[in-house]
């Protein structure tokens, strides 16, 4: 290109020459002489340069070298311009990074399909009903969610499962699988802890997912006679097992059971739902959970009382779920016990698109997303003005340029294709620096949304997404980069260029008014995504820092699994009666208990109690501890007696409730009375507890409530146990000595979940504390880009009153009041922007109030904070520019006139 | 110093005067706004600031080939002749100017 670019550039340089080479000869022979003759030939041919400038637009590749010289000078007034240059390029990069992170991920968790062949074939089965079917069934394991006046729920007796799977014929193929498990897992004498899911034979077929080693699961797998198989997960497979595909064909032990790796899932397959990571696959009839509950795997596998598989089926080609539907109602009411006395709030099947995969998620995160994704769509348009103002201001720095390169011979087209290139230059190095703020705040996401337990999501960028918030800014960067040129082309002739050239007094009455508009917008987005800071902050803060009723320092929790990893009831009493001896005798620790559920952890175990004799039912908490676990979190009874190790032993049915549980029974004589668990299935004697004592009332479940509480005596054949240790001093002191003293009673065990009380409250807080910190980051991007925006056209309207102020000064004016002069421009700027973003706010307020547990979104406190903070963001853009003009010198000033 | 009075092209016919001034033979930029000075009787007048942006647009066009040449007095020119397609291209534009004149002439006479 730049070899004919020039060989075109000395032709026209030729003939040009050669032209005015005769012009020049025709007046010598009229007479004059050489130089006038050059002169009159030069005169006569007009502007060579304008001349040469369209023969250049006239050319075949005149618009290649001119894309090569516009971005040769692009660069050049890049250079010049360093600091709006970065400006522009980071608010881009910001605005698009942050967008397409929050963007991608609501992708992900509420529209995507699971990465599965013909995901729309997909249907998830549940049945909807009026509360638990106690006719119908004893026990359940699923969930149930209120749904138009109905409640769905999820979960299927196996005998269920296994008539429709069969009768549905070719409508359809159905799929049980339960909720997946955490446990003990032991690969190459390698203990770990893995997450594992029980599934049908036909689960992986169905669902039509390849296996990247060996082979998946099929029916034949899926017999009480078939030897135990099972298939991992590529995560699993890559952290766990090694990255070996020999792996595949050797023993792998889950709970105590030696099972065979059958084969290695493809890595697309992330399970059921993003956030499932399920790293182990068991075929239903050797699912390890079942083998180690009360009644076994037949039994519950025969049980048509017992429901607790979740269901899924692929309709097949041409049938539509109103067709499935009736189909699997009829089989699901073949498999009951008996007919419900009231046939109108009997389940009956209810289908649920199942593309996207189990819903669980999608419901638990649909509203914060879109909130998210609200706020950081603000930030987006608060970064789109501010590149707008800045080019703005370029432009108008510039229209003397501008003005002197058309006068010089540039077409209007060229100038325009001139401005659009620098703007396309800017928007490609946004681009490529969004990507890196989008990774940075996906992996910051990814760590914050959490699926069932603690796994991070699986997380990928969408370019799809990037290209779409790319195209926003991009657009905003084009309009406003071109605006300049338009308006330089409408107005521009000789008369304007010397109009320009004069005093620069004159400049300001025509110029850059709407940078002013724009600050003031941008002040007033800012003002909602600053309360939006300060408003989540707050009520992580209020959160984090309520009483629980305890002292959280000092405290220690992990698990154990003894019962799963070799241990029988009959030694299992034993074992715990050691340890809890062995950990209290451990230098550091006061004292340790042990308790059958976790606590700080959402709770898990919910009855309903009744006191013998009164009507009243009250929902609690349940928990099974040991003597000494109270004690740690309070050194005093209100009334009664603590659990003591005959309490356990002996196993009476002895309970302690909690002070508002007994406040709300009528005080401290219920101690000695007898408490009912009720709401158990029909036919049985509800178990029967005295009350012993009662306790004070700690949050026990989350930090965020305050359920009431039933203490019971913890099982010692329990195959797992909390421990909870009290210590003098901070856990990474003490733990050292503690993992010693567990390796002393059995070097096989692992210690499971080991944290701190204050990391395990703060687990609980993950959806406060996500919205809290993205929060805060958009409330900071959007107080500096505003800050950038507010301090330019600031700075800028202070240099185009340099005359006025030198006057000023030079008639007396202190410095002190020419700064006042330029900060109340900057905060009558700031105060219209607020005002006109208190309606806006108003109205975010009460949709931020979902999210918000138990404070108001707009108490004065937070307007207050955020107020501060933007008049503070604002004295600081305006400061400096009034600090500056205030240091001017009148005569230098008055001299430049 | 005093020029004679000169009318400026009306607009579109620029290029039919250089595709007719080509067609004589090869001839460069300088002899073809000489040459249409000459044979209007100095009454045509191209301007400068036309005359190279339109021979540059009817060389694109395919139109007009163009060569460097020894000049007999001076230096190197760039000699203009027509192609194939500039000679159709000629006669057609020709025939137009001839019938648009022509029905112009008409109307004045009526």
Not at chain 1, 50 to 79: N, S, Y
Not at chain 1, 210 to 231: I, M
Not at chain 1, 702 to 715: A, D, T
Request: hydrophobic fraction near 45%; glycine fraction near 10%.
């Amino acid at each position: 290109m730049s070899f004919f670019w020039k060989r075109a550039e000395s032709e026209l340089q030729g003939e040009i020459a050669h032209h005015l080479h005769h012009l020049a000869g025709e007046y010598e022979r009229q007479g004059y002489t050489r130089e006038e003759a050059l002169r009159l030939a030069n005169r006569e041919f007009g502007g060579a340069t304008q001349v040469k400038e369209r023969c250049r637009e006239e050319r075949r590749w005149a618009w290649m070298t001119g894309l090569r010289q516009d971005i040769v000078f692009g660069r050049r007034m890049m250079r010049r311009n360093p600091v709006v240059t970065a400006a522009a390029v980071i608010s881009l990069a910001l605005g698009i990074g942050a967008n397409t992170a929050i963007i991608s991920l609501m992708d992900l968790v509420l529209w995507r399909d699971l990465p599965l062949p013909n995901p729309k074939q997909l249907t998830l089965v549940d049945w909807k009903g009026h509360g638990f079917p106690q006719e119908l069934a004893d026990s359940a394991s699923g969930s149930m969610r209120p749904a138009g006046g109905w409640d769905v729920a999820d979960f299927f007796s196996y005998p269920a499962f296994e008539h429709m799977r069969k009768g549905v014929g070719a409508l359809a193929s159905v799929v049980a699988f339960t909720h997946p498990d955490q446990v003990s897992v032991s690969f190459a004498g390698r203990p770990t802890v893995a997450r594992e899911r029980s599934v049908s034979g036909n689960f992986f077929s169905t669902l039509e997912v390849r296996p990247q080693y060996g082979r998946l699961l099929s029916d034949d797998d899926d017999t009480y006679a078939a030897p135990a198989v099972a298939v991992v997960s590529h995560s699993f497979w890559a952290h766990a097992l090694g990255m070996d595909p020999a792996a595949v064909g050797r023993a792998i032990t889950i709970d105590n059971h030696t099972y065979v790796i059958a084969g290695v899932l493809e890595p697309g397959f992330y399970g059921l739902s993003p956030g499932d990571a399920t790293e182990v696959y068991t075929p239903m009839h050797h699912a390890s959970f079942l083998r180690d509950g009360s009644l076994g795997v037949r039994a519950t596998l025969e049980n048509n009382r017992d429901w607790g598989m979740q269901l899924l089926a692929r309709r097949s080609r041409g049938v539509e779920d109103a067709g499935l539907q009736p189909a699997l109602d009829v089989l699901f009411r073949a498999t009951w016990t008996q007919s419900p006395k009231n046939p109108g709030a009997a389940p009956r099947i209810s289908l649920d698109e199942g593309r996207r995969g189990l819903g669980l998620l999608r419901q638990q995160f649909r509203n914060p997303l879109l909130v998210l994704g609200g706020l950081v769509t603000l930030l987006l348009v608060i970064a789109c003005v501010n590149i707008a103002n800045l080019l703005m201001a370029r432009a108008n720095a510039r229209q003397k340029e501008l003005a002197m390169r058309i006068s010089l011979g540039c077409g209007r087209v060229r100038l325009m294709r001139q401005l659009l290139t620098e703007s396309a230059m800017l928007a490609i190095l946004g681009g490529i620096a969004s990507i890196g703020i989008a990774w940075a705040t996906a992996t910051l996401l990814g760590q914050f949304l959490v699926g069932f337990e603690t796994v991070p999501i699986a997380f990928v960028l969408d370019w799809r997404t990037i290209a779409i918030v790319g195209a926003v800014g991009t657009a905003a960067l084009l309009v406003f980069g071109l605006f300049p040129a338009w308006q330089a082309s409408r107005r521009l002739d000789a008369s304007w260029l010397k109009l320009r050239a004069g005093s620069v007094g004159v400049v300001s009455r025509q110029g850059w008014n709407s940078g002013r508009w724009f600050v003031t917008f941008q002040m007033a987005l800012s003002l909602i995504l600053v309360m939006a800071a300060v408003i989540f902050t707050r009520n992580l803060v209020a959160i984090q820092s309520s009483d629980p009723g305890f002292d959280r320092r000092n405290l220690i929790l992990f698990d154990m699994r003894p019962g799963t990893s070799g241990y029988d009831k009959s030694r299992l009493p034993q074992f715990y009666f050691n340890l809890e001896q062995r950990l209290a005798a451990t230098p550091g620790v006061f004292d340790a208990g042990l308790a059958s559920m976790r606590p700080m952890n959402i709770g898990g175990w919910w009855e309903t109690v009744r006191l013998a004799g009164q009507l009243n039912r009250y929902g609690v908490s349940v928990n099974a501890v040991t003597a000494s676990y109270l004690p740690l979190y309070t050194s005093r009874m209100i009334a009664g007696r603590n659990f003591t190790r005959a309490d356990l032993t002996s196993s009476p049915s002895v309970a302690i409730i909690s002070e508002d549980l007994a406040l709300k029974m009528g005080g401290n004589n219920v101690v000695g009375r007898r408490l009912a668990i009720v709401g158990g299935p029909p036919g049985r004697k509800p178990p029967e507890y005295e009350v012993v004592g009662i306790a004070p009332a700690i949050a026990a479940t989350s930090i965020k409530e305050r359920p009431y509480v039933l203490w019971l005596p913890f099982p010692c054949d329990t195959p797992q146990a909390t421990v909870v240790l009290r210590t003098s001093q901070p856990a990474q002191m003490v733990l050292p000595a503690i993992r010693k003293a567990v390796k002393e009673i059995d070097n096989n065990l692992p210690m499971v979940d080991t944290t701190t009380m204050e990391e395990q409250i703060a687990k609980g807080l993950q959806r406060e504390r996500m919205f809290a910190t993205l929060c805060n980051g958009f409330g900071v991007l959007a107080l500096v880009l505003s800050v950038v925006g507010l301090y330019g056209v600031i700075s800028y309207r202070a240099s185009q009153r340099r005359g006025e102020i030198g006057v000023r000064l030079a008639l007396g004016a202190r410095p002190r009041d020419v700064v006042s002069l330029i900060l109340r421009e900057g905060l009558g700027m700031a105060v219209l922007g607020v005002v006109l973003g208190v309606p806006f706010l108003w109205l975010g307020g009460r949709y931020l109030q979902k999210e918000l547990t138990n404070m108001k979104a707009l108490d004065p406190g937070s307007l207050f904070l955020g107020l501060s903070v933007l008049l503070l963001a604002t004295l600081l853009a305006a400061g400096l520019p009034a600090l500056r003009a205030s240091m001017l010198d009148p005569a230098e000033t008055l001299r430049q006139e | 110093m005093s020029m004679p009075k000169k009318t400026d092209l009306i607009q579109g016919t620029l290029d039919l005067l250089i595709l007719k001034t080509v067609a004589n033979g090869p001839i460069h930029g300088y002899g073809i706004a000489q040459r249409i000075l000459v044979t209007s009787k100095e009454l045509l007048q191209v301007q400068q600031g036309s005359l190279y942006p339109a021979l540059h647009r009817l060389e694109r066009r395919g139109v007009l080939k163009a060569e460097w040449r020894e000049t007999g007095n001076g230096p190197m020119a760039k000699f203009y002749s027509l192609t194939a397609a500039g000679r159709t291209c000629l006669r057609q534009e020709k025939e137009q100017w001839q019938r648009y004149a022509g029905a112009v002439a008409m109307v004045l006479e009526s």
